[in-house]
């Protein structure tokens, strides 16, 4: 049961991550030419190149904005790794040895003494 839930949530996270991947590239290409305007910017030395930059860099920052679905891509992309993580993960009880708890205790008290 536990494999039908990873791959069910696998299955929605990639076609989620399919249907965000034009967004996300939007989204990269637009903090790409965010931090080129930036650095350009901090290099400007006359005032008109400077406004002309920062009007530039506001028309590349509300295009970016519209490209916010690209962080339900980002999440999906996540969890597809907490999948993938998680799918061959066996968690394993541990069984008791003994059933005497001062066994247990005394081999606690030497691994905290051991420290």
């Known amino acids: 049961m536990k494999k039908f839930g ?3 949530a ?7 991550l399919l249907s965000t991947i034009v967004p996300m ?20 030395k006359s005032t008109g190149a400077k406004i002309g930059l920062g009007i530039v860099g506001f028309i590349v920052l509300v295009a970016s904005i519209h490209n ?7 999440v999906a992309a996540y969890v597809l790794y ?17 059933s005497d708890p001062f066994t247990n205790f005394e081999k606690q008290w030497n691994e905290l003494n051991k420290c």
């Open 82 to 98: 907490l999948v993938y993580k998680n799918w061959n993960s066996n968690k394993v009880s541990k069984v008791k040895e003994d």
């Open 6 to 8: 990873l791959l069910l």
């Open 25 to 44: 590239i939007g989204l990269a290409v637009s903090l790409v030419l965010l931090y080129l305007i930036f650095k350009q910017f901090l290099k400007a």
């Open 68 to 74: 916010v679905p690209a962080v339900i891509g980002l």
């Open 10 to 16: 696998g299955g929605i996270a990639a076609a989620v």
